[in-house]
């Protein structure tokens, strides 16, 4: 116990990494309580988690629990004796069915025959649970008579899928619409007899029943009746208001057809007309140094000339249309002004063109100064524009100018003459 005993005792309550070595042991001790001491309170952590956990997991049990009772619940399908198909659907009598396949979401359609009408549901679909929807199918006889098709008290008489009406006297028709005539319509052909026929005539029910093919109607006396031609064009244009063929209706006996003029052809719907291209076809006779042109209903031979020289000013031809303007000495100030090129230009239209007609140009010359007007559109843009209608055959001619300018300064002019060639008909 002597003052180094001291010293090392002193040292010793020191953190164990400055023990002495006279204080190891003591040292080794103090860690031992301190592992000890971590220990115990890992020990109390874990059981702290065990316990959450384990109260937890019976919160989660319990839930999947109440959970499972209530789908349990729920009505549901046997799956493994659940039907996949329907069962099988036959087609009506004087009927047909369309679809072979009985498979849940699968359609089945259903048609009746001429003469006959559906009862039920047209299109039936396969359900999950084996049964179709809608209901079963019959195809029912339609009453020829019922929807009373003879008019002005005719008698509907039942055929097989057709019927046939037996007109009152001065009566007369498919469906007694016509009355018997002794002078006939307007829209008649009576003074030619390639327009007249006899008619059919059959005993039904102990009566003579007359009917006429179709384009003509009955005409005369219940005696002495006659089947006249019907002319389409005029019935036509008397109930529409309107033409039947876009050029000319041509009445033929029992029909009619469309005619087209001279240089147009008849179009496949059978009543318009189109511009046959004489120029395109090679059908013109136009001579060597001459162009052709199409226009509507025709061609032209064209061979467009420069203008004439006069002063400083004139021209050399460049192409088939188009000429510029030979270099003009330096102090001509009139032939810098004057247009460095003049092309030509041909545009076929219409004749009567609905008025007003827009055209992007801008006028300068022409014989056409009344019956067009320039508006300008934008910077670059000027509409010429239609307002006098024009009735063909005629040719108007139109200059159009362009002018040139860079950063402000005139350049140079450009001409261009149109030629429009209007056509004597308006299609």
Avoid at 158 to 176: A, D, I, M, P
Avoid at 270 to 293: A, P, W
Avoid at 312 to 325: G, L, N
Wanted: with cysteine; net charge neutral; hydrophobic share 25%.
């Amino acid at each position: 116990t002597g003052p180094s005993s001291v010293h090392h005792a002193f040292q010793c309550i020191e953190p164990c990494c400055y023990c002495t070595k006279p204080c190891e042991f003591q040292c080794r001790n103090l860690r031992y309580h301190q592992v000890v001491g971590v220990l115990r309170q890992m020990e109390k952590f874990l059981k702290g988690q065990e316990m959450r956990f384990n109260e937890g997991l019976r919160i989660m049990k319990s839930k999947l629990a109440a959970l499972q009772n209530s789908v349990s619940k729920l009505p549901q399908a046997d799956q493994s004796s659940a039907p996949t198909t329907c069962p099988s659907l036959e087609a009506p009598a004087h009927g047909t069915k369309f679809g072979s396949k009985y498979f849940v979401g699968h359609e089945v359609h259903f048609t009746c025959s001429p003469g006959y009408s559906l009862v039920g549901s047209a299109t039936r679909v396969c359900r999950e649970n084996g049964t179709w929807t809608g209901a079963d199918v019959t195809c029912k006889d339609v009453s020829e008579c019922a929807s009373n098709p003879c008019q002005n008290g005719g008698t509907c008489v039942e055929g097989v899928n057709q019927y046939k009406c037996t007109c009152l006297q001065n009566w007369s028709g498919s469906h007694c619409q016509h009355q018997t005539q002794t002078a006939p319509p307007e829209w008649s052909v009576m003074n030619d007899p390639a327009f007249s026929r006899r008619p059919r005539c059959a005993q039904v029910n102990q009566a003579q029943h007359c009917s006429c093919d179709a384009g003509f109607h009955m005409s005369g006396t219940s005696d002495n009746s006659i089947c006249q031609d019907v002319n389409e064009c005029e019935v036509y244009r008397l109930d529409q208001g309107g033409k039947l063929c876009v050029h000319e209706c041509v009445n033929v006996p029992g029909s009619y057809h469309c005619a087209c003029p001279s240089g147009y052809k008849l179009l496949p719907d059978g009543r318009s007309c189109e511009d046959v291209d004489e120029c395109l076809s090679q059908q013109h006779n136009c001579s060597r140094g001459t162009t052709c042109i199409n226009m509507g209903g025709g061609f032209q031979c064209v061979n467009p000339e420069c203008p004439h020289s006069h002063g400083d000013i004139s021209y050399v031809k460049t192409s088939a249309f188009q000429c510029e303007r030979n270099p003009c000495p330096m102090d001509s100030r009139s032939c810098h002004l004057a247009p460095k090129t003049v092309s030509f230009h041909y545009l076929s239209l219409p004749s009567n063109l609905k008025t007003p007609a827009t055209l992007r140009f801008g006028i300068v010359g022409g014989n056409s100064r009344s019956i067009f007007v320039m508006q300008r559109s934008d910077r670059q843009t000027g509409e010429l524009i239609l307002v006098q209608q024009l009735r063909g055959p005629q040719e108007i001619s139109v200059d159009v100018d362009m002018s040139e300018y860079s950063d402000r300064t005139f350049q140079a002019k450009h001409v261009a003459r149109v030629h429009i060639l209007v056509s004597p008909y308006n299609f």
